[in-house]
């Protein structure tokens, strides 16, 4: 049975000693409550890790980075390795993210050599795909996430890829407050799924957790994971508040 997950990407967000307490109220939150039946993770940023890693109760919540470099080591000033980010007690990375893909201009098969590069690592790569407004009123929308998809996952091995988490992101909705609704989401959630089935079988398609990502917040996060392939949503703003966040990892 696919896991259900809740994760927070903080981007650039927070000093340390602003991460280290919003990650410990989410803690006490889950604690106190006793939240069992999501996955939750934090995604701080790099100069975070290590704190966030001894701040939580690690059977309770994960911890991933929100990027990873491309290669293993050697001289690329300013990178962070997979096995750097392992080190730090990390179980996952987001990879593909809508502002890595955009800013830094970063395609798909550099986002492909870095999920292989997670994977060597035994880290659980957050792999985020989706269209712009653009591909969307073209209808461009399913072309551009099967070829995402395609491009950036679909030579990976059927073991490789049972350890991967998928994020769809209609970029038009990050940071808009647009969000997609549950229906738009879920056919786009239902084509990725079918996709995978294809490449794979319906074992591993049924397996996958597949996240939304797009201005999921405490509001609607119900109605979105009530879709029967929603499996979960990739928080941004709404996880710098830990009430918030609390709400949506409760929204099952």
């Not at 038009?172 to 079988?201: C, F, N, S």
Request: charge should be negative.
């Amino acid at each position: 049975m696919r896991k259900k997950i809740v994760a927070g990407n903080w981007k650039m967000n927070t000093d340390i000693r602003e991460g280290i307490t919003l990650a410990k109220e989410v803690n006490r939150l889950i604690a106190e409550n006793h939240v069992s039946y999501t996955t939750v993770i934090l995604s701080p940023p790099f100069t975070h890790l290590t704190e966030i890693v001894k701040s939580v109760n690690l059977n309770r919540i994960s911890v991933s980075a929100q990027n990873c470099s491309s290669e293993p080591k050697g001289a690329f000033t300013g990178e962070v390795s997979a096995n750097m980010i392992k080190s730090t007690g990390c179980t996952h990375v987001i990879i593909g993210h809508s502002e890595r893909r955009t800013y830094f201009k970063e395609d798909n098969f550099l986002l492909n050599k870095k999920v292989k590069h997670a994977l060597q690592n035994d880290l659980i790569p957050i792999f985020c795909i989706g269209e712009i407004l653009k591909e969307r009123e073209e209808g461009k929308l399913f072309e551009v996430v099967k070829t995402q998809l395609e491009e950036g996952l679909f030579n990976l091995s059927r073991e490789e890829f049972s350890n991967v988490v998928i994020a769809y992101e209609p970029v038009w909705a990050i940071g808009t407050g647009i969000t997609a609704t549950p229906l738009q989401a879920q056919e786009m959630h239902a084509y990725i799924r079918k996709l995978i089935a294809e490449k794979y079988d319906a074992e591993i398609a049924e397996n996958t957790s597949l996240l939304y990502g797009g201005s999921c917040n405490a509001g609607n996060a119900k109605d979105l994971f009530s879709q029967a392939d929603i499996d979960g949503g990739l928080i941004g703003g709404a996880s710098l508040k830990a009430d918030d966040f609390y709400k949506i990892i409760t929204s099952f």
